[in-house]
């Protein structure tokens, strides 16, 4: 039983809205490329020093996981945390806060 709400944004909401999403896009490639760097440098550290010991793949793994979910959300592959879910958020939490000030006053 979901009740789809029409959002309407003025301009300003929509700059910061656009500004926003590309801090996040900015956020993801800067992890992307951490991670790409970082886990070069720990498979160079694992095979120079103990290379019959291999180790640098967990790092590389968990890492990946938590780039792969970052990268989902930031590009809102995810449905349940893309825009719309956000907006529809956005205007039950105001809406709520309106009942809640007209109920005090």
């Known amino acids: 039983m979901g009740v789809i709400m029409e959002v309407h ?5 929509k ?5 926003k999403k590309v801090e996040n896009i ?3 490639y ?4 951490s991670f790409i760097v970082v886990n070069i440098v720990l498979i160079f550290i694992n095979l120079y020093t103990t290379p019959d010991h291999l180790w640098f793949y967990w790092p590389l793994m968990w890492w990946g996981v938590g780039v792969v ?3 989902l959300k ?3 592959v995810f449905p349940v945390l893309g825009k719309g879910w956000e907006e529809r958020k956005i205007k039950e939490i105001m809406d709520k ?5 007209n109920k005090w006053q």
């Open 26 to 28: 900015k956020g993801f």
């Open 69 to 71: 979910f970052h990268g």
């Open 9 to 13: 944004f003025n301009d300003e909401d």
């Open 97 to 101: 806060e309106k009942e809640n000030q």
């Open 15 to 19: 700059y910061y809205l656009a500004k």
């Open 30 to 33: 800067g992890n992307l490329t």
């Open 74 to 76: 930031v590009f809102e």
